[in-house]
């Protein structure tokens, strides 16, 4: 028994240990094979090895190519920088003035050597010589003409930098005269505006004094139509008064003739009963208690109708005193009702003229707001356009510093020039005095807004 009952526990154990093993056996097996290198696995991931590496090798070869081509364009831009820099110094005037020289150094060595080979050899062919003079006299003249129409450019441009000078002061003027026109314009605006809110606040003070009127009027009608309903209402009572006097005049007259028919009824009986005493004396005395019955019953029946009168009357009078009472409730509460509503309505229009009164000052408020928002405005324009002249004035300051600078460092790297040029020429020439006052002449240094050169204003400091 214990065994039948173990053996599902133990069969189960048994599968779940041979699974197991079955798993850790696949797991080795993987793990051995997995370095082989003639399985389809192994040859697989040896391809995407190779691959990898040659991917690696050929993006190194790539950045290697590219920093190359990189560092050409680098070489060619920067050779490319100098040369533009080059060009650029070289179209420089003074520079272009100490090339002058040098080359005016190199035509004085040339002379000289020719004279020196002229003392050498004397008899040289003098229309060469002459031809040679005249060539010199030729250069010399074209150079005095050259100096000549530098000269006349530095004069024309020196024309036109004036002309610049008294369009700046003439420009500066204008926008004085532009400024100060601003001003007027705002103080006219703001004198109009000043205006526009005077006719304004007396336009509403009107509208005011207008409503007022409007006010007052309708209070006056109001007054004429209490005093007309309450005429209306005494005339109503004077009728109710009227009409209830009528009515005791008639209810008196009623108990007058009641009272006469009464009188006139028993005048008629006691006749009746005198005639007929004697005649049927034997018939009354047997007939006493029916007639005395008879007599009884009318009276009860004469009193019962009084009765029944006054019951009516008294019914009317106390109806006509219910609806007076009735009338003069309905008096009290319209009366109550009005004063209410006059009260009410008083209570409006002061919270209305009050509101008035508070919108008014709020009114004001926003035009004294408005006004202090307009100067402050007006002054902030006025500190704004100071401190922006300011800048501009600093800016210039600045710029002419720097420019100052610029055309102290032009002036070194331009010594430094000209001294390799001069050592150079030292060697071969004793004709330095071009050079030497070429390297000498200061014009176009731009000490000042307005830097002139050879001619006129110095191009590469613009």
Not at 293 to 298: C, G, P, S, T, V
Not at 338 to 351: F, G, W
């Amino acid at each position: 028994m214990q065994d039948n009952l173990g053996s599902i526990s133990r069969e189960a154990a048994r599968i779940l240990a041979e699974k197991k093993e079955r798993e850790e056996m696949h797991r080795r097996s993987k793990a051995a094979v997995k370095d082989w290198p003639n399985t389809i696995m192994g040859q697989a991931q040896r391809k995407l090895k190779a691959k990898k590496l040659r991917e690696e090798k050929e993006e190194e070869e790539r950045k290697k190519v590219d920093l190359e081509e990189a560092q050409f364009q680098a070489a060619k831009r920067k050779e490319a920088i100098d040369q533009a820099k080059t060009y650029l110094y070289y179209q420089n005037e003074r520079v272009k003035g100490l090339h002058s020289a040098l080359l005016l150094t190199e035509v004085l060595k040339e002379r000289d050597a020719q004279i020196e080979f002229k003392k050498f050899k004397p008899s040289v062919n003098k229309k060469k010589e002459e031809e040679a003079e005249r060539e010199r006299k030729e250069a010399i003249l074209r150079e005095q003409e050259k100096a000549h129409q530098r000269y006349m450019d530095r004069q024309a441009i020196c024309r036109d930098q004036l002309e610049q000078i008294e369009e700046h002061k003439r420009q500066a003027d204008l926008a004085k005269l532009e400024d100060k026109k601003e001003g007027e314009e705002i103080q006219r605006l703001s004198r109009l505006y000043e205006l526009e809110m005077q006719k304004k606040m007396e336009k509403e003070h009107e509208e005011k004094l207008e409503r007022q009127k409007l006010y007052h009027k309708h209070v006056a009608d109001q007054k004429i139509i209490k005093a007309a309903e309450e005429q209306k209402e005494m005339e109503e009572d004077d009728r109710i008064r009227a009409h209830f006097k009528a009515k005791q005049r008639v209810a008196t007259m009623m108990k007058e003739k009641e009272a006469e028919m009464r009188r006139l009824t028993k005048e008629r009986q006691d006749k009746i009963v005198t005639q007929l005493a004697a005649q049927m004396s034997e018939v009354l005395k047997m007939e006493d208690d029916r007639i005395a019955r008879d007599i009884a019953q009318k009276e009860a029946e004469e009193e019962k109708k009084n009765k029944e009168k006054e019951a009516k009357t008294k019914a009317a009078i106390e109806s006509i005193a219910e609806h007076r009472a009735t009338v003069v409730k309905m008096k009290l509460e319209k009366e109550i009702e009005e004063k209410a509503a006059s009260v009410k309505e008083r209570h409006e229009l002061m919270e209305k003229n009050r509101i008035y009164l508070e919108g008014e000052k709020a009114k004001k408020q926003r035009q004294r707001d408005a006004s202090m928002e307009v100067q402050k405005i007006q002054l902030q324009q006025m500190a704004e356009k100071q401190a922006r002249k300011q800048q501009e004035k600093q800016a210039d300051l600045d710029y002419d510093a720097q420019k100052q600078l610029i055309a102290l460092c032009r002036e070194r790297e331009f010594q430094n020039y000209a001294k390799q040029v001069i050592e150079s020429e030292s060697k071969t020439t004793h004709n330095l005095y071009p050079l030497l006052k070429a390297s000498r002449d200061i014009t176009g240094l731009g000490c000042g807004p307005f830097s002139r050169g050879s001619k006129g204003i110095n191009l590469s400091f613009q």
